[in-house]
C-alpha cells in the first residue's frame, strides 16, 4: 500500500510555518529591467528562483512617473529589504534596458550595503537585426 504524500504547511506533519520565510540565501542575482516607462527589479537565488520582486508601479507610481529614477530607486529598495532580512550579503546584477532607472537603481543596490561580485549589462543588442519591409512603390 503506497503511503500519502504529505502536503507542505499541513497541520498534520507539524509544519505550519510557510516555506518561503525559512530559507536562507546567503548569496542571490538581482535583475533590474529597466524600460521607459517602468522598472522591475527582481531577485533570485544562484539557481534562478525568484525570492523578491518590485516594480514602479507596485510601489504606488503611476503615468510618466513609473518611468523616474526615483520610482526605480524606491523600486530596488523595497525588493532588497526583503532578502536582507532573508540574509542576503553577496549578490551580482543584470541590468537590462535602455531606461532612466538603470542608474538609480543601481546606486539604491550599492546603498543597500548588499556587496556586489558584479555588475552585467545584459540588454539585448540586434546583430543587423530582422529583414526591413520592402520599399513603398509609388
Not at 72 to 100: F, N, S, W, Y
Not at 110 to 118: A, D, E, M, N, P
Amino acid at each position: 500500500m503506497a503511503k500519502p504524500i504529505p502536503r507542505i504547511g499541513s497541520r498534520r506533519n507539524g509544519r505550519i510555518s510557510s516555506r518561503k520565510n525559512g530559507r536562507r540565501i546567503p548569496k542571490g542575482v538581482i535583475h533590474v529591467q529597466a524600460s521607459f516607462n517602468n522598472t522591475i527589479v527582481t531577485v533570485t537565488d544562484v539557481r534562478g528562483r525568484v525570492v523578491s520582486w518590485s516594480s514602479a508601479g507596485t510601489c504606488g507610481f503611476r503615468g510618466t512617473r513609473r518611468g523616474t529614477p526615483f520610482a526605480a530607486q524606491t523600486a530596488a529598495g523595497k525588493a532588497i529589504r526583503t532578502v536582507i532580512d532573508q540574509g542576503m550579503q553577496r549578490a551580482e546584477v543584470m541590468i537590462k534596458g535602455p531606461g532612466l532607472g538603470r542608474d538609480a537603481a543601481l546606486r539604491a543596490i550599492r546603498r543597500s550595503g548588499i556587496l556586489l561580485s558584479f555588475v552585467r549589462d545584459v540588454t539585448p543588442m540586434p546583430h543587423n537585426g530582422c529583414r526591413p519591409p520592402k520599399k513603398r512603390r509609388v
